[in-house]
């Protein structure tokens, strides 16, 4: 039996499929079966998959559309490893990948794990501006988890790792549309399995082209928070109202430099001189924080730039989702809803 089955979910991906493909036949720990789930994709990459297939112990299977958590869950009833290990399909593995992952568990077995993302040199700029937004401790990076967090780990379904029987005794994915993967998270920690962040398990991760894609998997993850809330109402932390919280905040500064910009130009009194020169402080002193720790990270000012961008939009579309999410629940919506779930995988 091979240690791991590696599964991958695919939507209309071909190129970055092969990408993720290619940086696993470069593994140097080989005892590992690779699953690809095609789920109703119209651009289909099975053409790769078969280029690839006298490289690594492949297994390509299609089936209609369901979105990722029921493609994993597909995936996961062929799978013959003694732990399942899941990816998107737009990450790229480095060649140690699976030695970092066998030489965790070998110093200290656990049920679950994860690892987690960092952005490639070769991404675009956008992408690794998101990717600075979504890791930094400044954003949620400490909700997230990592090595600095404000909560305990939960391992996300992009780089994540289970025992198979613990998996099939937890019922796989559940039907969420957004949130699956802390679903199921919770369910580990629930039951009373261990779970282990590996952080030199880390995978590169492109996520979003634009920021228009990010704002719209950012509100339906905020939105996913509350859902989850309704499911099990210990999984709610302080932390996770921080977005919401800035979101508030921000609005309210929006609002103070408005009154306070009106007033200047009608009465030019201190007071309003005062509350205007305030707001854009707060608010540039935060931006400048957020460009310069990423310029230094990324050793570029246009990435720095951009990861303003990046973190504002994460922030606020988060904490639109949560606080729409929260109108949702007082206005009597008990279903659990998204803004944006057309397509899964956008």
């Given at each position: ?24 036949t ?12 095609e ?17 690594l112990d ?93 909560d ?16 099939n ?17 919770i ?8 779970c282990r ?41 302080a ?13 309210v ?20 001189i ?16 957020i ?21 504002l ?18 206005g ?10 057309k397509?899964?995988?956008?």
């Open positions: 039996m091979v240690k791991y089955s590696i599964i991958i979910p695919v939507y209309n991906r071909p190129d970055e499929v092969g990408e993720l493909i290619t940086s696993l470069a593994q140097e720990f080989k005892s590992f079966e690779l699953i690809i789930v789920d109703g994709s119209t651009v289909t990459c099975r053409h790769v998959c078969e280029a690839h297939s006298s490289e492949l297994h390509y299977f299609a089936k209609t559309n369901g979105g990722p958590g029921k493609a994993r869950n597909y995936g996961a009833e062929r799978a013959q490893g003694e732990y399942l290990i899941f990816l998107d399909s737009d990450v790229i593995v480095p060649q140690h990948y699976l030695e970092h992952i066998e030489s965790e568990l070998d110093t200290k077995p656990c049920d679950a794990f994860g690892g987690p993302d960092r952005a490639h040199s070769d991404f675009t700029d956008v992408q690794k501006a998101i990717n600075y937004s979504m890791t930094s401790f400044l954003t949620t990076g400490g909700i997230r988890g990592g090595k600095k967090k404000l305990k780990f939960y391992p996300r379904s992009f780089n994540l790792g289970i025992k198979r029987n613990v998996f005794t937890l019922g796989g994915f559940s039907d969420m549309r957004f949130g699956e993967d802390i679903d199921l998270s369910r580990i920690f629930k039951q009373g399995h261990s962040l590996f952080p030199e398990a880390w995978v590169w991760h492109k996520r979003r082209a634009t920021f228009r894609q990010f704002f719209k998997q950012v509100f339906n993850s905020g939105m996913a928070r509350i859902n989850l809330y309704e499911k099990y109402p210990e999984s709610l932390k932390v996770h109202t921080l977005p919401a919280l800035f979101t508030a905040g921000l609005t500064l929006v609002l103070m430099f408005i009154v306070g910009l009106i007033t200047l130009l009608v009465q030019h009194s201190t007071i309003a005062a509350l205007t020169l305030t707001t854009l402080g707060l608010f540039a002193g935060f931006c400048l924080l460009g310069i720790t990423s310029a230094v990270q990324n050793r570029s000012i246009k990435v720095g730039a951009l990861s303003v961008i990046a973190s939009v994460q922030l606020t579309g988060y904490g639109s989702g949560f606080i729409y999410a929260v109108l949702l629940r007082l009597g919506h008990k279903k659990r809803k998204s803004a944006f779930d397509n899964f995988y956008d």
